[in-house]
């Protein structure tokens, strides 16, 4: 039995509420990603002495102030790192200051 079929059969056994068709997911293959090879962030405790890391990985870089590069994910969340609701966080956070930063502009252009 394949081992996403198992687990699709405990969940369903301890979440009576999840759908059949959940055990009919073929799963991922994100483990034989070449690129990735089913890898996940995490931290050392020799790795940041100052606890800023994640911190400066979530700052946005500007170019002429435009904000070019915009990182989010697991990897940049300051406590939740190595979690998808980490992962989703950060997005929510990124996403929440390029809407602060467009609706900056659009305001500037529109009280010219």
């Known amino acids: 039995m394949k081992k996403s079929r198992r687990v699709g ?27 990735i090879k089913g890898s996940y962030c995490h931290i050392t405790p020799e ?11 979530a700052q946005p870089v ?20 190595s979690t998808t609701h980490g992962a989703y966080e950060s997005g929510l956070q990124q996403a929440a200051l390029l809407y602060e930063y467009i609706m900056e502009q659009e305001n500037n252009f529109f009280n010219k």
Request: proline fraction near 10%; charge should be negative; charged fraction near 15%.
């Open 9 to 35: 059969i405990i969940v369903t056994g301890v979440l009576p509420f999840v759908p059949e068709t959940f055990l009919l997911w073929p799963g991922t293959r994100w483990f034989s990603n070449p690129w």
């Open 47 to 57: 790795c940041d002495h100052s606890g800023s890391v994640m911190d400066k990985l």
């Open 62 to 81: 500007f170019v002429e102030n435009v904000p070019r590069i915009i990182l989010a994910g697991e990897a940049v969340h300051p406590s939740h790192y």
